[in-house]
């Protein structure tokens, strides 16, 4: 069953923890993206990888890491420096070429901060 | 920057009758345009994409969506609507992010209720 997983689906986190959000491929597509959902303001970018071992800042990348050792996985960790880390956060993967370009998601993992 | 803009929060809409929601664009060159919808909880799926070519795009469950480049928008529609198509919709466009890579670009989305 090929597809994007993540996991945990809901994570509870204290304030002052860094936790780690997975992302699991097995589409084999080279490009991975990390977004952050909050209401009413649709995705924003957290971070994306085109290739193994590189990765580029998004929009708000700003309290969050990420690492792309392996073409299937790409973790986000959240620190403790994201001020306001509760929201629901899609992993996303995509194949750039052949006319394709649209995106397919994982089902999410939300993020509760206590 | 591309972007794209949803102008309705909330679309209520009776079953059985005919459905639109509304994305307008905002780019520069040709538009890669994109309508994904998400049930609650649950990861975003793709519904249909305008690449170039026919200006009416059909996609998954019934869906289909009218490009109008002078107006320049991306409006989804279908015929006739499901309680089961209540859902968030969201427009997306792609947007280059240099040396040949992209990454698309999100409306705020628009929640659709559809009334039994």
């Known amino acids: 069953d090929g597809g994007i997983t993540q996991s945990p689906k809901y994570l509870f986190r204290k304030e002052g923890q860094n936790v780690t959000l997975s992302c699991e491929q097995n589409l084999n597509h080279d490009a991975m993206y990390w977004y952050r959902q909050d209401p009413g303001q649709g995705l924003r970018l957290i971070y994306y990888s085109q290739i193994v071992n590189d990765f580029q800042k998004g929009d708000i990348a700003e309290g969050y890491s990420v690492s792309r050792e392996k073409k299937e996985s790409f973790p986000l960790t959240v620190t403790s420096a994201q001020k306001n880390p509760t929201a629901f956060y899609l992993c996303?993967?995509?194949?750039?070429?052949?006319?394709?370009?649209?995106?397919?998601f994982g089902p999410g993992t939300r993020l509760t901060v206590l | 920057a591309q972007s794209v803009a949803q102008p309705e929060d909330q679309v209520n809409v009776a079953e059985g009758n005919p459905l639109t929601v509304k994305c307008t664009y905002s780019?520069?060159?040709?538009?890669?345009l994109f309508w994904y919808v998400q049930y609650p909880n649950r990861g975003l799926q793709f519904l249909l994409k305008?690449?170039?070519?026919?200006?009416l795009v059909k996609g998954s469950y019934g869906f289909e969506a009218e490009f109008n480049k002078s107006q320049t928008s991306f409006h989804l529609k279908k015929p006739s609507a499901l309680v089961s198509d209540s859902a968030l919709y969201f427009c997306a466009v792609r947007e280059p992010t240099g040396a040949g890579s992209y990454q698309l670009t999100f409306g705020k989305g628009t929640k659709l209720s559809v009334i039994p």
């Open positions: 780019v520069s060159g040709n538009p890669y």
């Open positions: 996303a993967s995509s194949i750039q070429e052949f006319g394709v370009y649209e995106q397919f």
């Open positions: 305008y690449i170039t070519g026919d200006n």
